[in-house]
Structure formats: structure tokens, C-alpha cells
């Protein structure tokens, strides 16, 4: 049972970072489309380092595979960040929409890195994923 509480709460704070990014960018002083393209970066950044848990399953403790993997997703982290700052600095959107979209990258991310915490022991139900 406490993987289903788990799991809800993860979901719950997923949905909290999204409402951060639509927020910044359907609010009336806002209206600006801009900031949703952080969502690109929270599909893109698990992708690599996935991939190279999969092919690295049977080795050992640290290989190139996994280090490039896991450069490509903090490079891929940073620019979700960057995203939104250099998007304000050029005053495509405003600082409130890019506070917004921050927010809703920490929160994202946490949730993200939560998720893969806790369902990648080995004795959970959940550990398929």
C-alpha cells in the first residue's frame, strides 16, 4: 500500500509543477505561449540516462555509456532553466511568467528524480518501470 501512496503523491506534485507552467502561460497579464516549451524538456531529460540504465543493466558500477548519459541529461536540465531566464531577458515573456516557469521546473524535476528513487529499488512491486 505504500507504493500506491507513493505514487499519488508523485502524481500530485507533477500536476502542481504543470499548473506552475500553464499558469505562466495563460495568466491575463501574461498571454504568452512561450514558457510551455519547458514541457519538451521534462519528455526529453529522462530519455538518456534510461536508455543507458537498460543498456547497462549486467555491468558494472560506472562506464562511459552511463557518464555521457548522464551529461546529456544535465545539459538538458540547465536548458530548461535557461529557457524561460533568456526568454525574459529578450522580453519575449515577462519575469512573472519566468518565476512561474522556474517554480514549475523545480517542482518537476524534483518529482522526476522522486520517482526514479523510489520505484528503482529492487524489492518494490513497482520496479518494472
Known amino acids: 500500500m505504500a ?8 502524481a500530485f506534485a507533477g500536476s502542481i509543477g504543470m ?3 500553464i499558469l505562466a502561460c495563460a495568466l ?3 498571454k504568452i505561449w512561450w ?6 524538456f521534462y519528455i526529453l531529460s ?12 549486467n555491468q558494472g558500477s560506472s562506464n562511459g555509456c ?3 548519459a548522464i551529461f546529456i541529461t544535465m545539459g538538458l536540465v540547465v536548458s530548461s532553466f535557461a529557457l524561460p ?4 531577458r529578450v522580453t519575449t515573456i515577462q519575469w512573472g511568467a519566468c ?12 518529482t522526476l528524480i522522486s520517482f526514479f528513487l523510489t520505484f528503482d529499488q529492487e524489492d518494490a512491486d513497482y520496479n518494472m518501470w
Open 99 to 110: 518565476y512561474l516557469t522556474l517554480a514549475g521546473n523545480v517542482v518537476v524535476y524534483f
Open 19 to 21: 499548473t506552475f507552467v
Open 66 to 68: 552511463m557518464e555521457t
Open 35 to 40: 514558457p510551455f516549451f519547458a514541457v519538451l
Open 28 to 30: 491575463p497579464q501574461y
Open 46 to 57: 529522462p530519455i538518456p540516462t534510461l536508455i543507458a540504465r537498460r543498456y547497462n543493466e
Open 85 to 88: 531566464i533568456v526568454l525574459a
Open 3 to 10: 507504493g500506491i501512496k507513493g505514487l499519488v503523491c508523485l
